[in-house]
């Protein structure tokens, strides 16, 4: 069974191939065109992915050694994101799947993420988590705690009510003069600073829910303060700064991630999304499961970002599960799992 998986949410174009589960191509064209701007430009990122889409693709199934014959059904991202990126995304696999006459399986990215723990590769052991897990999803737009039942059966049992953490460095980011996104830079400035120099709100949300908007405010805040008193505070400070944010974010992270585990009594942990490349998060969820005894998995960071492969294996599953989509299927920016 051979599954081509087809990305285009946000600013990544990305194919992928996948043949009974294990990963034979993942193309990734990213957009630098947003970076001038400071954040992803909907209109420019649909036209972006209007001319890699058919590269993309071919260059993935080039590099699977497969033929279009070959091809057993397209999955493809319905949602959530950018509506003008996923329409480039939906329309293509739709023609597709037209032409070569074979099954189009929609694919909730959110899902995508958290199925990524499941791709195989050749000459590498397969590890997947065992069910029941816990997932925790933290990328751009979004930070959930998923119960992961099965495959196809997923729970969001806490999410966030605001801003997301991956909003949170990217915004933070931003005031202080650094690069879009701003979470790598975070991270890589981070390891040079103390984390506990300055402190930074923390919200207090009932149950395990989410807020980063207080965070966000707060530091914003902090900076326009002693920007009064010292014109050069964020660069003579920019480390300190940068360990002092990303610890702050971390802690909020895992706070209610242990209570997760407390109250479903689930040991098994994993982490999915664009943030979980993160290695403040890493290690600190790493010291976590020795200290509670979590079993720890973590995604390679090649399928953390928004990647084909992640849509690809979720289309394999859905496939065995024959839960195909029909022609009128249109892309959707928000929705949950």
Known sequence: MIIMGIESSCDDTSAAIIRDGEILSNVVASQKVH??????????????????????????MKRAGIEREEISAVAFTRGPGLLGSLLVGTSF??????????????????????????????GVEFNPPKFPFLCLLVSGGNSQIILVRNHLDMEVIGQTIDDAAGEAFDKCAKVMGLPYPGG?????????????????????????DYSFSGLKTNFLYFLRDNLKE???????????????????????LLSKLKRAARETGVNEITVAGGVSANS????????????????????????TMDNAAMIAITGYYKYLNKEFTGQDAVPFARTQL
Do not use: M
Request: aromatic share 8%; proline share 6%; net charge neutral.
């Open 280 to 303: 403040g998060l890493r290690k600190a969820l790493q010291n976590n499961a020795k200290k509670h005894r979590w079993n720890l998995i973590i995604p390679k960071f090649e399928y």
């Open 35 to 60: 970076e001038e701007y400071g954040g992803v430009v909907p209109e420019l990122a649909s036209r972006a992915h209007q001319q890699n889409i058919i590269p993309v693709v071919d260059l993935a």
């Open 230 to 252: 010292n014109e050069n505070f964020v660069e003579e400070n920019l480390a300190d700064l940068c360990a002092s944010l990303q610890h702050t974010i971390i802690e909020i």
């Open 184 to 208: 790598p830079h975070v991270d890589r400035l981070a390891k040079e600073g103390d984390p506990h120099r300055f402190e930074f709100s923390r919200p207090r949300i009932p149950g395990l």
């Open 93 to 122: 696999a739709k023609g597709f799947s037209l032409a070569s006459k074979i099954p189009l399986i929609e694919v909730n990215h959110l899902q995508g993420h958290v199925l990524a723990l499941f791709i195989k590769e050749n």
